[in-house]
T-cell receptor, first 111, second 115 residues
């Protein structure tokens, strides 16, 4: 089955700096890669996703890149703000079946 | 609110008791997923339904766990003879069906604490 690894586990940046979180996956059948943001005590919220037929996707300050050959994908947050502080999870899903999540990255943005 | 709703939000019970959680998905979503999340970890897949059919179960889902979605709408997750290790957040998510990956939308979860 699919195995998703995520790093770093914690990331601290200064407000205004960029943050990058990286994930690798094992199942070449995976074709859908969402990213979720989870604030303390709240539900995971989808922030961006990418499909395997696309190499990059951007939504304002957030971008995701996918390298199918190397089986890795990354989340990039530019101009970070304190409200970006949360735990971020990557995930991979083959054919809209079960989704496997990474262990999460705790991002802290210092004002 | 047309999002995924879960009930109860919190459940405290003694070891050995049975518990049941409910999930109401987004109405037009025919797929429903159950996950378990422990502190500091990502959600772990337990099982999912397409309409009323349970299509996949994780090996994490021991025989003490059973999930149903009898009419293809809401779902229940029952844990029998609860153990300390069952303490976790149980998350439900729903999505559209099809073979292409679809965004899964999560509920607020049910936090289970075993005394």
């Amino acid at each position: 089955g699919e195995n998703v690894e995520q790093h770093p586990s914690t990331l601290s940046v200064q407000e205004g700096d960029s943050a990058v979180i990286k994930c690798t996956y094992s199942d070449s059948a995976s074709n859908y890669f969402p990213w979720y943001k989870q604030e303390l005590g709240k539900r995971p919220q989808l922030i961006i996703d990418i499909r395997s037929n696309v190499g990059e996707k951007k939504d304002q300050r957030i971008a995701v890149t996918l390298n199918k050959t190397a089986k890795h994908f990354s989340l990039h947050i530019t101009e970070t703000q304190p409200e970006d502080s949360a735990v971020y999870f990557c995930a991979a899903s083959p054919n809209n079946n079960d989704m496997r999540f990474g262990a999460g990255t705790r991002l802290t943005v210092k004002p | 609110d047309t999002g995924v709703s879960q009930d109860p939000r919190h459940k405290i019970t003694k070891r050995g008791q049975n518990v049941t959680f409910r999930c109401d998905p987004i109405s037009e979503h025919n797929r429903l997923y159950w996950y378990r999340q422990t502190l500091g970890q990502g959600p772990e897949f337990l099982t999912y339904f397409q309409n009323e059919a349970q299509l996949e179960k994780s090996r994490l889902l021991s025989d003490r766990f059973s999930a149903e979605r009898p009419k293809g709408s809401f779902s229940t997750l029952e844990i029998q003879r609860t153990e300390q290790g069952d303490s976790a957040m149980y998350l439900c998510a729903s999505s559209l069906g099809g073979t292409r990956g679809q965004p899964q939308h999560f509920g607020d979860g049910t936090r289970l604490s075993i005394l």
